[in-house]
């Protein structure tokens, strides 16, 4: 029989070196009648092959997100079978689907033409159809493309031939999905993404199995650690799970590889990205990524451009939409190792998720490691942070002030400063107007530029905290994310969220520099406030009720809740 299966989005099913079913993905622009026509294989294909087994299982990815996640983690070699409605031809959500297939190494493609009812069994517009996609893919790299026209509804050329199509004189789906049935030449090699061990026998490892098959006797290394073994036995009945010959500390999201075919490690690489969520992506945006097992904090640090689907031109873009693609750079928090996707999509695709809420944002697929990770390295420092803090005599921290313009951050923060001051507290105070005429003077006020000032300015803030500084930053950081961002740079303890809480009212009321009404009149866009979202934090170290109390008052709490802390 057919078999079908779906994934969750979180999920990496990968099948890996096999004779068993052909994995064939199905997928086609809304309306194409993909679902149908996936029913109606596992309606008929008993019926067709007098009850035999058949040799595939067959998905439906209704998205281009669970297309491209179902095709990473169907195992070597899948089939992407493409519907097209006969009625809509070449559309740009075909093309993006096939554009994303190529992007995952797939280099053969099953078009299926149906609701050719629909269009009076025309030949002449299934003619049309194929050379449009023959001819896309040929431009992605595809060099296989069988088109096959048909009715899912009715079952013609589903599983048996049509008598409305005597032009076309090739196999029925079905037949063609058992011809394509073909074991790997090549095996792939092996890719482990490695679980934590159960404590039971230290030498057993087991996880996710990505790519290749295990065997007695290879030589396996454990990345990004590189630490060398062998493999003494493998489970038959679960050939995940296996015994190595030296007792190995296993970290989570490690991966066990083949010692001579080793994948790269590297913090940054270049990759595709499908973008799914509704809201923007935001270059410099503190996110989390999953691959292969391993979850890291990484940002995109470069987007270099948009990849248009219908034309394969290259736009610019500083922000990205849902399912828009892009090629970019991304930097992780730390190295792990990794493949080309195109070679094998296990190891070489990730998912980007909301750091927080752990929602997916978008699905990447790895092009190339960057050659930059491989040439920087961090130096120790025999002069580290302590030394420079007990030289200060004092508690290093970030005093982080955030608020609506108007609210009076600016004019704490300084009156904070020179209580410190007067302490023999030895400090620096990053402010946001201040800081744009230098270090930021390249910046306007766009969300991405707000999200790119907040990055350089936590960067900047967790040097000061290196230099051993009382560091007092005031700045607007509308959003949640970059003010967590800026929390995460730093050791526990070191971060203090100060939210100066005065209404927009009265930070209206005051506009001292004129903005608010600039930004009413419109000429002042992307104002916070107004034009752009300000996200208060939810539970700040520190809360200022700057609308009922005077500047010194607030200045003093600030004062005594390091104090409380022990920071002076």
């Known amino acids: 029989m057919v078999r079908s299966t779906s994934t969750r989005l979180e999920q990496h099913p990968y099948a890996p070196e096999q004779t068993g079913p052909l994995q064939v993905i199905a997928a086609g622009a809304p309306g194409s009648g993909t679902s149908t026509l996936v029913a109606g294989l596992l309606h008929a294909a008993p019926a067709a092959h007098g009850g035999a087994r058949s040799r595939f299982v067959i998905a439906d990815a209704p998205r281009p997100e669970r297309w491209a996640l179902q095709l990473a983690g169907s195992g070597p070699e899948p089939v992407?079978?493409?519907?097209?409605?006969?009625r809509m031809?070449?559309?740009?959500?075909?093309?993006?689907?096939a554009l994303i297939a190529s992007l995952l190494g797939i280099r053969r493609l099953l078009l299926a033409v149906n609701r050719m009812d629909q269009v009076n069994w025309r030949e002449d517009l299934f003619a049309r159809i194929r050379r449009q996609y023959r001819d896309y893919a040929e431009r992605l790299g595809i060099g296989q493309v069988s088109a096959i026209p048909l009715s899912a509804r009715d079952g013609d050329n589903l599983c048996a031939g049509s008598s409305h199509m005597p032009w076309y004189r090739g196999p029925s789906l079905l037949a063609q999905l058992q011809a394509m049935h073909q074991p790997?030449?090549?095996p792939r090699p092996l890719r482990l993404a490695l679980q934590p061990r159960d404590g039971e026998q230290p030498s057993r490892v087991a996880g996710q199995l990505l790519s290749g098959l295990p065997r007695p006797g290879d030589e396996v290394v454990v990345l990004p650690g590189a630490r060398v073994s062998r493999i003494a036995h493998v489970d038959t009945d679960a050939p995940a799970s296996l015994v190595l010959e030296d007792d190995l500390p296993i970290a989570p999201g490690d991966l066990l590889a083949c010692a001579d075919a080793r994948p790269e490690v590297a913090d940054q690489f270049a990759a595709h990205l499908l973008w799914l969520a509704e809201e923007p992506l935001y270059p410099g945006r503190a996110y989390l990524l999953r691959l292969a097992g391993a979850a890291v904090g990484a940002q995109v640090s470069e987007l270099k451009h948009l990849l248009q689907v219908d034309s394969l031109e290259h736009a610019a873009a500083k922000r990205l939409a849902r399912?828009?693609?892009?090629f970019c750079n991304l930097a992780l928090d730390k190295a792990l190792p990794f493949d080309p996707c195109a070679e094998l999509p296990g190891s070489g695709s990730f998912l980007?998720?909301?750091?927080v809420s752990e929602r997916p944002l978008a699905f990447g697929m790895v092009a190339f490691g960057l050659r930059r990770a491989a040439n920087i390295h961090r130096h120790a420092m025999k002069v580290d942070k302590a030394s420079r803090a007990a030289a200060n005599a004092q508690k290093p921290c970030v005093l982080w002030f955030t608020g609506l313009s108007g609210s009076g951050k600016s004019t704490v923060a300084d009156l904070v400063e020179q209580r410190l001051q007067a302490l023999g507290r030895r400090t620096m105070l990053l402010d946001g107007d201040n800081v744009r005429h230098g270090l930021n003077r390249d910046l306007g006020f766009t969300d991405e530029d707000r999200v790119e000032n907040i990055?350089?300015?936590?960067?900047?803030?967790k040097l000061m905290v290196e230099a051993g500084l009382i560091t007092l930053v005031s700045?607007?950081?509308?959003?949640?994310?970059?003010?967590?961002?800026?929390?995460?740079l730093l050791d526990e303890g070191e971060f203090f969220e100060i939210f100066v809480d005065a209404p927009l009212a009265v930070c209206e009321a005051r506009d001292p520099k004129g903005l608010y009404k600039k930004a009413r009149a419109g000429t002042l866009p992307n104002f916070t406030g107004i034009g752009s979202p300000y996200e208060p934090p939810q539970a700040p170290e520190l809360r200022l009720p700057a609308d009922r109390h005077s500047a010194d008052a607030l200045a003093e709490r600030v004062v005594e809740l390091l104090r409380q802390h022990a920071m002076l």
């Not at 031809?89 to 689907?97: K, N, S």
């Not at 990055?455 to 803030?461: A, C, D, I, K, Q």
């Open 80 to 86: 992407a079978l493409l519907v097209v409605d006969a």
């Open 89 to 97: 031809g070449l559309e740009t959500d075909g093309r993006r689907l």
């Open 184 to 186: 790997r030449q090549t």
């Open 323 to 326: 399912n828009d693609l892009a």
């Open 352 to 355: 980007l998720l909301d750091r």
């Open 455 to 461: 990055r350089r300015v936590g960067e900047v803030s």
């Open 475 to 488: 700045f607007i950081s509308p959003f949640r994310s970059e003010r967590s961002m800026a929390r995460e």
